[in-house]
């Protein structure tokens, strides 16, 4: 979950998350259509799941997920003619997971999609991102505004409109918790990630988010990993600004989708974005929790086929 502006820097070598393999992999039978293959990104592995075939659809998860969060809009999209290209992040899913927390920093995130892209011969892909994916959609449509033709964020604003607000950093607090190393490593796995289960769930006993969530992060490393993105890209000493400095628009056509049982994000920061985009605006709110594309899978795709068509 995000709501952070971009920081920068540059990475280090990555390790790799998963065995050697290139070239296209046929998926699980839940994803029938969908192959992944790796793409590098200057030394660091991007694991990538495609499907259909049309106009480019770059679909970017947030924390802690991977690619399998949009495999509902993976088939309502490549069905409908769309070529849809959807990354694990670094540190994420069957990519690598450098262990340089300067290995996440935003303008090596840019990185990775632009590299992504270029392998499949994209030049300009419409965006959807949610969560952390959705900041780094926000931030790519500022630098890279001739590649992205449409942009949609899910639950995340743009990084201006929740900078100022406290009631934002109320429910943002666990970034600040996140940034000091082995503390979230030592208590969220705790009793069978009992911690994890109350923040991020309510408390839940079994979702099937929750579990493949819980699942990829007890991986040997990966917990670690997936924090990298919070501590690359969050300062303290900017988390909260009273005024909001001169911060970049976007030009292209944007839809904001919030949803209205999200526990991280607050509607105001999602329908303040507006004042941040340049070209049309449209919001729009679903029922359900923070995980849209899981969680709201139906009205997702319907809306997503509808803005981009």
């Known amino acids: 979950m995000t709501g952070a502006s971009a920081a920068t820097g540059n990475g280090n070598t990555a390790s790799a998350a998963t065995e050697n393999v290139t070239g296209p992999r046929a998926t699980g039978p839940s994803e029938a259509g969908v192959t992944e293959q790796y793409v590098d990104s200057d030394g660091v592995r991007i694991n990538v799941a495609c499907a259909g075939h049309?106009?480019?659809?770059?679909?970017?998860?947030?924390?802690?997920?991977s690619w399998?969060?949009?495999s509902a809009q993976i088939n309502a999209l490549a069905a409908n003619g769309f070529q849809v290209i959807a990354p694990d992040l670094r540190g994420f899913g069957a990519s690598d997971h450098p262990e340089d927390v300067a290995a996440y920093r935003m303008p090596l995130l840019h990185s990775d999609i632009t590299a992504v892209l270029a392998h499949f011969g994209v030049e300009r892909a419409a965006v959807v991102g949610?969560?952390?994916?959705a900041g780094i959609a926000w931030s790519f449509a500022m630098r890279h505004p001739a590649v992205v033709e449409r942009?949609?964020?899910?639950?995340?604003?743009?990084?201006?409109?929740?900078?100022?607000?406290?009631?934002?950093?109320?429910?943002?607090?666990?970034?600040?918790w996140f940034l000091t190393p082995g503390v979230a490593e030592a208590v969220l796995p705790q009793a069978n990630w009992q911690a994890f289960r109350e923040w991020a769930w309510s408390g839940a006993n079994t979702d099937p988010l929750m579990d493949a969530q819980?699942?990829?992060?007890?991986?040997?490393?990966?917990?670690?990993?997936?924090?990298?993105i919070y501590r690359a890209n969050i300062r303290p000493e900017t988390f909260y600004r009273p005024?909001?400095?001169?911060?970049p628009h976007v030009a292209c056509p944007t839809m904001g989708v919030w949803s209205t049982g999200d526990l991280f994000l607050t509607r105001e920061q999602m329908v303040d974005s507006a004042a941040f985009v340049d070209g049309p605006w449209r919001y729009e709110e679903v029922p359900g929790g923070h995980w849209i594309p899981a969680q709201a899978p139906d009205q997702l795709s319907a809306l997503l086929l509808d803005f981009l068509a």
């Open 130 to 133: 949610h969560d952390w994916g």
């Open 151 to 176: 942009l949609s964020v899910l639950s995340v604003g743009h990084p201006g409109a929740g900078m100022s607000s406290i009631a934002q950093r109320q429910l943002s607090w666990y970034m600040l």
């Open 214 to 228: 819980i699942a990829a992060l007890a991986r040997p490393g990966a917990l670690t990993a997936a924090l990298g």
């Open 54 to 65: 049309g106009r480019p659809v770059l679909l970017l998860h947030g924390f802690p997920d």
């Open 68 to 70: 399998h969060l949009w």
């Open 243 to 247: 005024t909001v400095p001169p911060m």
